[in-house]
């Protein structure tokens, strides 16, 4: 399914969206409006906001103010993206170098908290302290997930649960009050709202899954970046994890050592491993079963075009190649 299919009902929205966004960039301080703007523009499948509006719409609001929510996560969103190559002294993304690898790491860090506040002031102009409410403990709990990950940096021990937990805190959560969020704001009952919060959270899961699968066996063109970043950066994701329980002695030995010494070990050595071992295609089951998960949380919401974007969304979300 390509890109443009999955705004569905909501495409129309995303002139707005797109209209909104470059209004809320302007800055008196030009380098802010200048990476600010490379950041939002870098593109990106804008996802979470295209949760906000196939809710809210779902949810019956006809008015202007779910294309606010929609900017208001985007916004989160990009800044949690800048922080995160901060950290992680990324150079590249979808492509194209990083902000920090452009500017620096004090912009890249300052822009990012400038982008953080943009979010809030749209929210504040929303007046709706339920979705404050949500999205303020979904930001907490995102920074929560990013500390969580850096402890299980280069561990060889981390177990699936653990795992489990950072991807949903880091990458589902976000997802998750998107969803909510787009159904409160429209005034949908508790079991609706359950529904799509639901559905983002499984929808999350089976995005990172993903992402951490194609990791493993994607192609770095398509992706926009090299194959085994993840494990270069320390990071011991699911494929890694599966592996490290099926391989044998020896095996496990390498795989170990590959993460304790990132970077000592030619990664093709890494990835035929995890693949023998069942590990990659273990982690595409787990990544389609949240996919379906997903899909089954939507049985509360009822029949609309809303709704049959959404199950093609979880759909997409497992058979991507980026």
Known sequence: MQQLTMFGPVAEDFNSVNALIK???????????????????????????LLVLLAARGCGDASPEPVKLAVAIEFLHTAMLLHDDVVDESGLRRGRKTANAEWGNAPSVLVGDFLHSRAFELMVELGNLPVMSLISKATNGIAEG??????????????????????????????????????????????????YRDYGRHLGLAFQLMDDLLDYDGNAESLGKNLGDDLAEGKVTLPLIIALKRCNASDRSTLEHAILQPGSLDFETVRNITELSGAIE????????????????????????????????????????N
Do not use: W
């Open 23 to 49: 209004d809320s960039l302007h800055s008196r301080v030009p380098l802010v409006s200048e990476i600010a703007a490379y950041l939002v523009n870098a593109g990106g499948k804008r996802l979470r906001p």
């Open 282 to 321: 273990a982690t595409r089951i787990k990544a389609m079963e949240e996919a379906e998960r997903a899909m089954q949380a939507l049985n509360v919401i009822e029949e609309s075009d809303y709704k049959r974007t959404l199950h093609s969304l979880a759909e997409f979300a497992v058979q991507r190649s």
């Open 146 to 195: 990013e500390v969580q990950q850096l402890t299980h940096l280069q561990n060889p021990r981390m177990c699936e649960a653990d795992y489990l937990e950072v991807i949903y805190r880091k990458t589902a959560l976000l997802f998750e009050v998107s969803a909510e969020s787009g159904a409160v704001l429209a005034g949908a009952d508790a079991c609706a709202a359950s529904g």
